[in-house]
């Protein structure tokens, strides 16, 4: 079956560690993004890529990195920059440039740091 | 970007019709009108989505003003399975590709039984 996953469900760091959060896809799609949630918001968009080897900032790339080397997998590494990485992060993906095309969401990992 | 306004919360009763507003008024000729929802500790879903004619599919109906600075979306007989937290978004072009696919906070529905 066709579709987007994230591995792991449930991820525990220690403050102060990188982490990198696995995303992969295989609809075949150009497009991914990774967006932040936290408890009772809405999504907010870290950063997205359109293509390999190429990526964007959203709104909150700050303490966040990515790379895009294959076009099914999209890794996030939240590094010991970002002040408040306890979270639940959401990846997607979609075709490029088709607006009226849905975008297919992950499961999501939710990110806790002690 | 364009954005979308919708209600923080509304309540409905089971097995009654549920209408979901959502206004965007800087809406641009070519911005389709996408709808999501997510369940809780899920990803979002995709519902409906439409450009100037109202839609239907299984999930839901969803009515676009004629102005098409607001959408409604429409569940015909809520269930408690439809509790959930709505999104409205418009999709649009960010430079040559990949556009941002930017969320709001959404409408978080309530179901009584």
């Known amino acids: 079956d066709g579709g987007i996953t994230q591995s792991p469900k449930y991820l525990f760091r220690k403050e102060g560690q990188n982490v990198t959060l696995s995303c992969e896809q295989n609809?075949?799609?150009?497009?991914m993004y990774w967006y932040r949630q936290d408890p009772g918001q809405g999504l907010r968009l870290i950063y997205y890529?359109?293509?390999?080897?190429?990526?964007q900032k959203g709104d909150i790339a700050e303490g966040y990195s990515v790379s895009r080397e294959k076009k099914e997998s999209f890794p996030l590494t939240v590094t010991s920059a970002q002040k408040n990485p306890t979270a639940f992060y959401l990846c997607?993906?979609?075709?490029?440039?088709?607006?009226?095309?849905?975008?297919?969401f992950g499961q999501g990992t939710r990110l806790t740091v002690v | 970007d364009a954005k979308t306004t919708q209600p923080n919360s509304m309540e409905s009763n089971e097995e009654e019709p549920v209408h979901l507003p959502c206004n965007h008024s800087t809406i641009s000729g070519t911005d389709y009108i996408h709808w999501y929802r997510q369940l809780p500790s899920q990803g979002p879903e995709y519902v409906i989505h439409?450009?100037?004619s109202n839609v239907n599919n299984r999930m839901a109906s969803l009515a676009i003003a004629e102005d098409r600075k607001s959408s409604t979306l429409i569940l015909h007989r809520a269930t408690l399975r439809d509790a959930a937290v709505y999104y409205c978004i418009l999709r649009h072009n960010s430079g040559g590709g990949a556009d941002g696919l930017t969320f709001g906070k959404g409408t978080h529905l309530i179901i009584q039984p």
């Open positions: 439409g450009l100037t």
């Open positions: 890529s359109q293509i390999v080897n190429d990526f």
């Open positions: 997607a993906s979609s075709i490029v440039g088709q607006k009226r095309t849905e975008a297919f």
């Open positions: 609809l075949n799609h150009d497009a």
